[in-house]
Structures are given as C-alpha cells and as structure tokens.
C-alpha cells in the first residue's frame, strides 16, 4: 500500500521505536530507508546521526563520550502520524529520538577549524537568479554522471549542501552574494568524494569534465579557499546509552 504524505506542517515524534546494537560481524553500509509505516536507520554511529538530524559535519560535534558517539545502533521505529514523512520530518524523528532516547543535550558556540570557504573568483560570479519563490523549496541533487542540479538556492544552502553531501570539512559562505539562484555544476570526482557520492564508479574519464576545484570556477565564477574560519559547533553537555526498547 502506497503512504499519501504526511501533512507539510506536521510535526512527527516516533510512537514506539526499537534501537539495538548494530551486529558487527553482518556486512555493513550505513543507510535510512522507510518500509511502509516503518522508520529505519541503519548501522548508524551516534556522531552520524547527529551530523544527518542538524546538518553538520562530525568536526563541529565537541564533546561528548568518544565511544558512544562512535556506537552503531540499528533505530526501526514507527511514526505518531498517518502518511508518510518527508525527509525533514524524518530529521525531526530523529531528533526528538536522540533526545528522548539518548537524552542529547547541546548549546552551540562558535570555533575556528579547518574549513572551505566558498568566495567569488576573479571576473565575478557566474549565475543565473532564479524566478521561483523562496517558499517553493530547493533543490540539491546529484546524479550518477556528477551532474549538481540547485535550484532556488542561496549561497548558503550552497555550502550546506556541498559539506554534507561532497566535502570532507565544514563549508562556509563568503561570497556576500544576497540571492538565491539556478545552476548546473558537472566535474569528475577525486577519491575523497567519491564515497560520499552514491552510484559513482572508481574510474576517471580523460574526456571528462575537470576537477570539482576548477569546475566551480570556470562554470560558476566561484573559489573554493581551504582556510581556518570561525565554525558554529555543537558542545555536548548529556549524551547517554539510549534507553530500553
């Protein structure tokens, strides 16, 4: 039976949910999925599911036991609305689960670490402004040839997206660019992206599309700078072994 979705302005908790210890000695990925009414996370670290529910990059979790945050728990559990939730209502699942659950508590602060910083190149940027609303959403998606379709984004949605899906350290916005916009990016991945690619053969193409480096600056008229910056992180002040099921 095919879920409708969960209404947009729903604000899901998980009715019952079980986390067990990830087995060990199985063949590991790491993934979510949803099966029918069911939740799941997948051999999931503590450190990892915190980075997927805030959006931030492991370097900005402070604190903490280091041997929890790198616990692998298997999380199956059940929402407390009809329909089916969309990945932000997933994230606010989760959210309320480590909470409850892990009984996660944090304040952020800022700190400087190793970061990118996103910076408009010489001869200015090249993008295009979008026509659509603010309120009709954006878009960040890959495909298997790296192709980066952004639709509606601003400079900052940009560098979220980049971190959490791309790059091996935080990302900053530094361009100063006050809209948001539509573009393509195609380049051929490095070994450091590819796993956090899905679908993408270990193999390059001499007749490919250049470097993810030079392809931001020749199709965007942006800077990738590696630089130290100052970084928002999340400081544990409670973290615990979850719960019983």
């Given at each position: 039976m095919?879920?409708?979705?969960?209404?947009?302005?729903?604000?899901?908790?998980?009715e019952?949910a079980?986390?067990k210890?990830?087995?060990?000695?199985?063949?590991?990925?790491?993934?979510?999925?949803?099966?029918?009414?069911?939740?799941?996370a997948?051999?999931?670290?503590?450190?990892?599911?915190?980075?997927f529910?805030?959006?931030?990059?492991?370097?900005?979790?402070v604190?903490?036991?280091?041997?929890l945050l790198?616990?692998?728990f298997?999380i199956?559990?059940?929402?407390?609305?009809?329909?089916?939730?969309?990945?932000?209502?997933?994230?606010?699942?989760?959210?309320?689960?480590?909470?409850?659950?892990?009984?996660l508590?944090f304040?952020?602060?800022?700190?400087?670490?190793?970061?990118y910083?996103?910076?408009v190149?010489?001869?200015?940027?090249?993008?295009?402004?979008?026509?659509?609303?603010?309120?009709?959403?954006?878009?960040?998606?890959?495909?298997?040839?790296?192709?980066l379709?952004?639709?509606?984004?601003?400079?900052?949605?940009?560098?979220?997206?980049?971190?959490?899906a791309?790059?091996?350290?935080p990302?900053?916005?530094?361009?100063?660019l006050?809209?948001?916009?539509?573009?393509?990016?195609?380049?051929?991945p490095?070994?450091?992206?590819?796993?956090?690619?899905?679908?993408?053969?270990d193999?390059?193409?001499?007749?490919?599309?250049p470097?993810?480096?030079t392809?931001?600056q020749e199709?965007?008229?942006?800077?990738?700078e590696?630089?130290?910056?100052?970084?928002e992180?999340l400081?544990?002040?409670?973290?615990?072994?979850p719960s019983?099921?």
């Amino acid at each position: 039976m095919v879920l409708a979705p969960t209404p947009a302005n729903a604000d899901p908790a998980f009715e019952v949910a079980t986390i067990k210890p990830s087995d060990t000695s199985a063949p590991h990925g790491t993934f979510l999925k949803t099966d029918g009414r069911h939740s799941i996370a997948y051999n999931f670290a503590v450190r990892d599911l915190i980075c997927f529910v805030y959006g931030v990059h492991k370097s900005q979790i402070v604190g903490g036991s280091k041997a929890l945050l790198e616990t692998h728990f298997d999380i199956d559990g059940v929402p407390d609305i009809d329909g089916h939730p969309n990945i932000g209502q997933r994230k606010i699942m989760y959210r309320k689960l480590l909470e409850s659950r892990f009984k996660l508590a944090f304040h952020r602060e800022k700190q400087e670490l190793p970061a990118y910083a996103i910076v408009v190149a010489k001869g200015g940027p090249k993008l295009k402004k979008t026509e659509r609303k603010p309120g009709e959403g954006t878009v960040f998606s890959l495909d298997r040839q790296i192709v980066l379709e952004v639709r509606n984004a601003s400079m900052s949605d940009f560098a979220h997206g980049m971190q959490e899906a791309i790059l091996d350290k935080p990302v900053v916005d530094e361009t100063g660019l006050p809209d948001r916009y539509d573009f393509d990016l195609k380049w051929t991945p490095d070994e450091g992206q590819l796993s956090s690619v899905p679908g993408v053969e270990d193999h390059h193409d001499p007749n490919g599309p250049p470097g993810l480096y030079t392809a931001i600056q020749e199709q965007l008229g942006l800077k990738l700078e590696s630089k130290k910056a100052l970084v928002e992180v999340l400081v544990i002040d409670r973290l615990e072994m979850p719960s019983a099921n």
